[in-house]
């Protein structure tokens, strides 16, 4: 189907697992996706864009300007086509055996500025995992930084911005650490906890647009992300996410077209639990 013709999406953390399985997704139905990661994920970011023929931008989220340059791909850059035609009179005057060539070269530039944002997924998330004993301020702000106030930041320029369209579509990703916690993750649990908070005053804020705010709580995923954990964490996170096979991005994905989907204009300020029904929570 093509639920998602003619809709302009922003997937963050585009190159991750449930990124990029997220930004396949919408484009499968028919998005122009725009992928945003950070520099480092250049050549994956690039790669995926190209197969999805969107557009990749590297960015970090928490960079001051990141909601700037999120407005300006998707507001005020222009695709720019150039047309030239050439047109070639030639006057033959017999009499005096005088050929005249004329050339008129016309260039004419068409300017057509892409409409604005229709889906937004704030997917770009990290953990910095640590007993609370043992966490350092800066491993508590980074992830504050990246998985809360980077989203917040980003959506109060895009609305400065108007670069949000009318019923438009935001998810962001939460977690099930976010609602039944998780031991040494105390960093990381309250981010998207407080997440969710953002998503349920958003949801209220931009209800009069048509616009839903909508979270995602993945619970044990298998990404990059949950690849760096010990292994009887990976074990047993995949036996508590037994009706989806381990838990796999594509699990989320699918949740997040939903979400994402014009006439789910119904559902606004939830989170959706996408855990197999298992964990706690
Ligand atoms: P991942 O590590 O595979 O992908 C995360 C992506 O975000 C990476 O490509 C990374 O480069 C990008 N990113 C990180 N910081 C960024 C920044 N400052 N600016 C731009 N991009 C940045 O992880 P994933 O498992 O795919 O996680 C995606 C989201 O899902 C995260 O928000 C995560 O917290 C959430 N989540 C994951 C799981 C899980 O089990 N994997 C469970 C619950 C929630």
Same mark, same amino acid.
């Given at each position: 189907g093509g639920a998602f013709v003619g809709k302009t999406a922003v997937v963050t953390g585009a190159a991750g697992g449930i990124g990029a399985a997220t930004a396949r997704r919408l484009a499968a139905d028919g998005a122009r996706v725009l992928c945003v990661d950070v520099p480092q994920a250049q050549a994956a970011l690039s790669s995926l864009a190209a197969e999805l023929k969107g557009q990749a931008l590297a960015l %970090?989220?928490? #960079?001051?300007d990141a909601g700037a340059k999120l407005v300006a791909a998707t507001t005020t850059t222009t695709t720019t086509a150039t047309t030239t035609a050439t047109t070639t009179a030639t006057a033959t005057t017999t009499a005096t055996t005088t050929t005249t060539t004329t050339t008129t070269t016309t260039t004419t530039t068409t300017t057509a500025a892409t409409s604005g944002i229709d889906i937004l997924i704030h997917n770009a998330g990290i953990t910095r995992d640590r007993t609370l004993q043992r966490m350092s301020d800066a491993e508590w702000h980074s992830v504050m930084n990246v998985n809360l106030r980077a989203v917040i930041n980003i959506d109060r320029a895009l609305d400065a911005a108007g670069a949000l369209n009318a019923n438009a579509r935001e998810v962001c990703l939460a977690s099930i650490s976010g609602i039944a916690g998780n031991a040494g993750q105390t960093n990381y649990s309250a981010s998207k906890a407080a997440l969710i908070g953002h998503v349920q005053a958003r949801s209220v804020a931009l209800q009069a647009r048509g616009i839903t705010v909508n979270a995602v709580a993945p619970g044990f995923i298998e990404t990059a992300m949950t690849g760096r954990m010990p292994m009887m964490i990976r074990e047993a996170g995949r036996r508590l996410n037994a009706l989806s096979q381990g838990g796999q991005p594509g699990d989320v994905a699918e949740a997040i077209a939903f979400l994402a989907r =014009? %006439? #789910? /204009? =119904?559902? /606004? =300020?939830q989170t959706l639990r996408v855990c197999g029904q298992s964990l706690l929570g």
């Open positions: %970090d989220i928490t #960079a001051p =014009g %006439d #789910a /204009s =119904g559902v /606004s =300020g």
